[in-house]
């Protein structure tokens, strides 16, 4: 098991930007694929970005496509969740996940991050 923490989040007027990151505190990092997942109001949480435990391969939903952007950084053991233009869509809990594959279900969670748009 994987000890991990997000943290970056906070209140962006739209058209904003914010960077949020993930630290793994514990366990090997660098062989599972980084996932981030949102939670906005009253909706159900999504798989927004995952990247492969090289780097390699990313992958994003369809709405932050062109906007968001995933890293990560495996010597320092931090992943991290770049987004720019950010809408009132955006607006969401922000969870990092460890898993074994890009859309594998996790395995570890954080424990989430708020994210509020708004002017």
């Known amino acids: 098991q994987v000890h991990i923490v997000e943290s970056g989040g906070g209140l962006v007027q739209p058209g904003g930007s914010l960077t949020l990151s993930c630290a793994a505190l514990s366990g090997n990092f660098g062989i599972y694929s980084l996932q981030w997942y949102r939670q906005p109001p009253g909706k159900e949480r999504e798989l927004v970005a995952a990247?492969?435990?090289?780097?390699?391969?990313?992958t994003y939903v369809d709405s932050v496509k062109g906007r968001f952007t995933i890293s990560r950084q495996n010597t320092r053991n931090l992943g991290f969740l770049r987004m720019t233009s950010l809408n009132d869509e955006d607006t969401a809990v922000y969870y990092c996940?460890?898993?074994?594959?890009?859309?594998?279900?996790?395995?570890?969670w954080g424990q989430g991050t708020q994210v509020t748009i708004s002017s």
């Open positions: 996940a460890l898993a074994r594959g890009l859309g594998a279900e996790p395995t570890d």
């Open positions: 990247i492969s435990p090289a780097g390699q391969r990313t």
